[in-house]
């Protein structure tokens, strides 16, 4: 069987494994793409959108803890907005605010 650089790539692409690896990078959750600051987490909630502090963790090198003390950080310089839910907060970079509050208009 004759295979051409197409059908490789197609195997490639559809290969589980590959998109697992994908995914957990997309989400931050690979070791190598997870915050190890304020800064970084920041990074985190410009690229993915509103999570809330569990999510933030489970993003992080940080214990839960020292993210809580990030994101105090962050609203404190004005950074990252809280938004308040009924199960579970959220947070969001400033640059979002004004584009959440028009969807939830």
Do not use: F
Request: charged content about 35%.
């Amino acid at each position: 069987v004759s295979y051409t650089h197409l059908d490789v790539y197609k195997r490639q692409l559809l290969d589980p494994d590959a998109l697992t690896r994908t995914e957990l990078e997309l989400q931050h959750l690979d070791e190598s793409r997870r915050g190890r600051n304020a800064d970084e987490l920041s990074d985190v909630l410009r690229g993915l959108g509103p999570l809330s502090t569990s999510e933030l963790a489970a993003r992080s090198t940080a214990s839960l803890e020292m993210v809580a003390g990030w994101l105090d950080e962050l609203r404190t310089t004005r950074r990252v907005i809280e938004l308040r839910g009924v199960a579970e907060s959220r947070w969001a970079v400033i640059e979002d605010a004004g584009r959440l509050r028009d969807r939830c208009v």
